[in-house]
């Protein structure tokens, strides 16, 4: 077995039984023999290939290279081919080319390659089939384990490598991903799934692959505008490293010319000072350029920020207007209401004031009773007869005639003289 295939714990727990192993290395018997074993089988198999695919990040396989790695004991698998040619008829596994194929841009485009393309070419294909299968040189791409990696990868992309042109170099790198084919592979998914825009331009007559990831599931693409852009911000990154570079060589050339002066060269010590002013001047040419770079980009981005502030103001004014023509809200019928208003608050007011009088007529007959009333009343005050002397003196000789005899005044006790027996 090879030593890198898998881990031990990535393994199926029966690999070590010898007799089981040898059930499942050894060809497929015909599969209305035991439908359930053949079934089981196959499942093993393709469950093992998409185990060894995600694991190791290798998503491009062919017969020969599946069937090294999963050499047992010095024996390969007799039922691969079988395995291969099974998962490429459900369309577990397809070959590079046609996985690689660029992905249609547009909505008309996908409809002509559903509804035309495809059902043409769908005969064709499906005799193919075992053809293709069968050839060993033939490189396959295991879908599965491409489209689940792939969302792995976009969720380890930094947030500043999103919505911005960025080097397939740069992120590999970033990722420490060293295998650029497989990358490839899984960008090319995202790229399908308008998850990612992918670009190749000429640069110094190299082919330079750029990347933009987006947070939409809509892809707008990378523009010309996007290219530009990119193209300035290389050449920054390039000044900066230059003036870097040439900042370092001045300390040098200084430090250089301190030392030759020390040892009393002068001569020397200017030498080193004139190559210090050749490189002052080509340090100030590189800052004026990365200058006039960064404020390119400076006014980019403020375009950029006024064309979408505008677009933001034609938004909320074309959903403004939408508002205005559903509820019918014009100047006029604003008018026609708040004047419908007025009439209606008078009335109300009217209703108040009607509500608030009180019956005058009842008020003055009542008021007129009450004077009456008034007049007639008898002011005198009832005499009040006082008793008389004659009814005085019979009073005290009533209060004569009670025996009311005088009681004694209570003895007093001297409490310091009497004694207490107990």
Same mark, same amino acid.
């Given at each position: ?14 690999? #070590?039984?010898?007799?089981?192993? #040898? ?8 599969? +209305? ?35 090294? &790695? ?21 369309? %577990? ?20 390659? +559903? ?7 769908? +005969? ?5 089939? +075992?053809?293709?299968? !069968? #050839?060993?040189? $033939? ?40 295998? $650029? ?25 190299? /082919?330079? /692959? ?24 290389? !050449? ?8 870097? &570079? ?11 010319? &301190? ?24 340090? *100030? ?9 960064? =404020? ?43 004047? *419908? ?12 004031? @009607?509500?608030?009088? =009180?019956?005058? =007529? ?25 008793? =008389? ?10 209060? @004569? ?12 006790? %001297? ?8």
């Amino acid at each position: 077995m090879d030593e890198n295939f898998l881990p031990i714990d990535k393994l199926p727990e029966c690999w #070590n039984d010898d007799r089981r192993i #040898n059930v499942l290395f050894a060809p497929f018997r015909d599969k +209305s023999v035991n439908p359930k074993d053949w079934e089981s089988k196959l499942e093993f198999w393709k469950n093992l290939i998409y185990v060894y695919c995600t694991h190791n990040q290798e998503y491009v396989f062919t017969y020969p290279e599946l069937a090294k &790695k999963f050499k047992k004991d010095g024996r390969s698998p007799a039922c691969l081919g079988v395995v291969i040619e099974e998962m490429y008829k459900n369309g %577990d596994i397809q070959t590079l080319n046609v996985f690689l194929q660029t992905p249609p841009e547009s909505w008309s485009e996908w409809i002509t390659n +559903s509804l035309v393309k495809k059902p043409i070419l769908w +005969s064709f294909t499906k005799i193919k089939n +075992s053809i293709i299968a !069968s #050839n060993t040189n $033939t490189s396959y791409v295991h879908i599965n384990a491409a489209e689940s990696d792939s969302l792995k990868l976009l969720d380890k992309v930094p947030p500043t490598m999103k919505n911005k042109v960025i080097e397939l170099k740069t992120l590999a790198e970033t990722l420490k991903f060293n295998d $650029t084919q497989q990358l490839n592979i899984l960008l090319h998914c995202l790229n399908c799934k308008r998850k990612l825009s992918m670009k190749t331009i000429q640069k110094k007559g190299n /082919t330079i /692959t750029l990347l933009k990831f987006h947070n939409a599931d809509t892809a707008n693409g990378i523009s010309d505008k996007d290219v530009d852009i990119f193209t300035l911000q290389q !050449s920054e990154e390039t000044l900066l490293n230059d003036i870097e &570079k040439l900042e370092n060589q001045i300390t040098k050339l200084i430090s250089d010319a &301190k030392e030759y002066l020390a040892k009393g060269q002068r001569q020397s010590a200017k030498s080193y000072l004139r190559k210090k002013r050749d490189v002052e001047k080509v340090l *100030e040419k590189r800052a004026n350029t990365l200058h006039n770079i960064q =404020t390119l980009l400076a006014r980019v981005e403020d375009a950029q920020s006024d064309s979408e502030i505008l677009d933001s103001y034609k938004t909320a004014l074309a959903r403004l207007r939408a508002m205005f023509n559903e509820t019918g809200l014009t100047e006029e019928s604003v008018s026609e209401t708040m004047l *419908e208003l007025e009439e209606v608050l008078e009335i109300h007011d009217g209703i108040q004031v @009607a509500l608030a009088q =009180t019956d005058t =007529t009842a008020d003055s007959e009542l008021e007129k009773e009450l004077a009456e009333l008034v007049e007639n009343y008898d002011t005198k005050e009832p005499d009040i007869k006082l008793d =008389t002397p004659t009814d005085l003196d019979d009073m005290e000789k009533k209060m @004569a005639m009670l025996d009311i005899r005088v009681l004694p005044s209570p003895p007093k006790n %001297d409490l310091n003289k009497t004694k207490i027996s107990l």
